[in-house]
């Protein structure tokens, strides 16, 4: 998988023997309500380590952050002041440790048990991985295509195109690599909902952009990252379930709006000068008109449906 011999910014510092420092895990809380409950009960069961847990708090009005924070030595509550997004607040949550891997994952995550173990294991195994995802099922069991390419122009537009009406189009196979078996392997990056992350890689190119509020912000880290020779590691061995999906039934349309600015913001910055602009204003136009589309179609708004990997099992039947 690796070689020998890494370049020396590759360089991982390993201690002889596991240091005191518990493994940092930030969870973004918004109000999430008794899944936090499991994810906390699931994460002890997902680790040997000893765990220090930041939720890094939103705003959360429900007051589960609270609960869970009182309730639980290893958990604390970091308000971040109100509602300044995914990133931004993760950022936060991993802003006084520098050194080793985090876990950055979002409340609604039920971790298998020693899931977490498995991906610290693969971290030793790629010493030039900035970032280790798991496989992520949906409650229902479908394999989540969390470690995709980044996005290209020519498969982004088939796939915002086509995804919604025609989910086994080749741009979306591609873009999602869902016609191959899965395996341990880099990705172009891994979902953000879940993902270890070495911090001096991280600390290196700012963390996280604060200026995507929710999606795309996980892409746009792995690709400042990749430009700095780092990889992003798909390991199916580890195994999460993510609910998903709070954020949008709560605020559908908004939600909608700030997914498709923030596939404007990162596609847009990957066509910069004045030589670019009739693209981007063509990028614009396009996923507004989608965006407006969204709002009163379903099928568009929940996009292209997953696809079975080449060689997966049924989950129902082992």
Do not use: K
């Amino acid at each position: 998988m690796t070689s020998g011999t890494e370049p020396a910014a590759y360089a991982r510092r390993v201690d002889a023997a596991p240091g005191p420092r518990p493994l940092r895990v930030v969870a973004v809380t918004y109000s999430p309500g008794d899944t936090l409950g499991g994810f906390l009960t699931s994460l002890a069961e997902a680790t040997t380590q000893p765990v220090d847990v930041v939720l890094a708090d939103n705003g959360s009005t429900d007051g589960s952050p609270e609960r869970a924070a009182a309730e639980n030595p290893h958990v604390r509550l970091l308000p971040t002041g109100g509602n300044i997004g995914y990133g931004a607040a993760a950022n936060a949550g991993l802003a006084d440790v520098h050194e080793g891997w985090a876990l950055v994952a979002n409340p609604d995550v039920r971790f298998e048990s020693g899931s977490v173990d498995e991906l610290l294991a693969a971290a030793e195994r790629w010493p030039r991985a900035a970032t280790v995802g798991p496989a992520i099922r949906t409650p229902e069991g479908e394999l989540y295509p969390s470690a995709r390419d980044l996005p290209a122009l020519g498969t982004g537009i088939g796939h915002a195109l086509f995804g919604w009406v025609w989910p086994a189009n080749p741009w979306t196979a591609r873009y999602r690599r869902e016609r191959e078996a899965p395996r341990e392997r880099p990705a172009g990056w891994l979902s953000g909902s879940c993902f270890l992350v070495d911090l001096a890689a991280f600390h290196s190119v700012g963390g996280f952009d604060p200026g995507y509020f929710m999606y795309f912000e996980d892409v746009d880290l792995a690709e400042r990252l990749g430009h700095r020779g780092w990889l992003h590691v798909y390991v199916p061995s580890a195994v999460v379930v993510h609910e998903g999906g709070h954020a949008t039934r709560r605020e559908p349309h908004r939600m909608r709006r700030v997914h498709h600015t923030s596939a404007l913001r990162y596609l847009s910055r990957q066509y910069p000068g004045r030589r670019n602009a009739p693209l981007r204003a063509a990028l614009r136009s396009g996923l507004g008109a989608r965006m407006l589309i969204s709002y009163v179609s379903g099928r568009v708004a929940s996009g292209a449906r997953f696809q079975r990997a080449a060689g997966e099992l049924d989950s129902r039947n082992g």
